[in-house]
Structure formats: structure tokens, C-alpha cells
């Protein structure tokens, strides 16, 4: 697409092609998953930021005239709007990893990458060992969440000709409606 319209589904992109760029260097397994790195702070502060300003924009979609400060009140209203959205499971079928990354907003906590993203952009210092592996795949993930809740026309045109090979969401619902299958996951 390339254009303002779907400005964050290609910054989107941009992240997981930087992803699959460390994953010549790192194995992407769960017993690599506390390495971390200056690739992976950089990754962990991208996406959180981004996964910070689509979840105003969701926000505003439903109600346009508040002001939302936080991710505290962006996740009461976008669970009021998209209760499906914690049990969202993305997958990276190449690397036979599986992340829920709202999972915890279930419970009315942040998820632990949400957490390790906001020690690491306060207390880098303090906190460098959270940005690791794990984090930025789950805080990708849930970037992935978030984006296609942003585009859902674009996931129902037809998400394969993004060519998408790092993260795919199983599926998303609107309501009770699903929104994608796992028809357009790719093997």
C-alpha cells in the first residue's frame, strides 16, 4: 500500500522485516528467548510505541471525543468493543512459536511485554535485559493484534498479498463476528 491510509500496517511491516533480518543471527526459540541486545531494545521501543498510538486510534474509532492518556484506559474501552481481543492467538508457523498477547487484559492486567517495554523506555539502564527475544515477539504480536483491528478491510480484501511470514493472527472477530479465519494464515 505504501500510503498515509495505512501508515501503521506498513510500519507494521517494517518491524517484522526487521525481525526477520535478526533472525539470521538469532534463532527464534524459546530457549534463546532471554537474549537480548541493542537490536532488540530498538525492536521492544518501536513497537511499543507504535502498539501506544494504534490503540488511541482503535480508541477514538469508538469514542471519538475522549481523551485517552494511556493504555489503562485505551484497554477498558477497546475490551468494551473488542471482547474477542485477548484471546487472539498469532502464530509464526515458520519458527512454531505462539503468542496471545492481550491475554492478560482477561485479568485487567498489562501484558508482561507491555510492562518490560515501559522499564526499558524509563530505566533502560536499570532494565536492559527485558528487551530480549521474548518481548519483542510478543510485543510484535500484539502490534499485529492491534493493526488488523486498525485495517480490518484490508484483512477481509485478502492479507496474503501482504506476503506476511512472520506473524499471523488466527483470527479476528467484531463483535460475534469473525472477521478472518484461519483460511489465510499461511502454512
Known amino acids: 500500500m505504501g500510503s498515509v491510509d495505512h501508515l501503521h500496517w506498513d510500519y507494521y511491516i517494517s518491524l517484522t522485516e526487521e525481525l526477520k533480518e535478526i533472525s539470521r543471527f538469532v534463532e ?26 494504534v490503540a488511541k486510534q482503535l480508541c477514538k474509532r469508538y ?3 475522549t481523551k485517552f492518556r494511556n493504555i489503562n484506559e485505551c484497554r477498558d474501552t477497546l475490551l468494551r468493543h473488542l471482547p474477542a481481543l485477548p484471546t487472539i492467538e498469532t502464530t509464526m508457523h515458520r519458527h512454531k512459536l505462539n503468542f496471545i498477547p492481550w491475554k492478560e487484559w482477561e485479568s485487567g492486567k498489562n501484558p508482561e511485554w507491555w510492562t518490560a517495554y515501559n522499564k526499558v523506555k524509563h530505566q533502560r539502564n536499570a532494565n536492559y535485559g527485558l528487551a530480549n527475544l521474548e518481548m519483542c515477539l510478543e510485543a510484535t504480536a500484539g502490534l ?44
Open 63 to 65: 469514542a471519538p471525543t
Open 144 to 187: 499485529c493484534v492491534l493493526v488488523g483491528y486498525l485495517y480490518p478491510a484490508v484483512i477481509e480484501d485478502g492479507f496474503n498479498a501482504w506476503r506476511l511470514e512472520l506473524f499471523l493472527a488466527k483470527q479476528y472477530r467484531r463483535g460475534g463476528n469473525l472477521l478472518v479465519s484461519t483460511k489465510w494464515v499461511l502454512p
Open 28 to 53: 527464534f526459540t524459546q530457549s534463546n528467548f532471554k537474549t537480548h541486545s541493542i537490536a532488540f531494545t530498538r525492536l521492544l521501543l518501536s513497537a511499543g510505541s507504535e502498539v501506544d498510538v
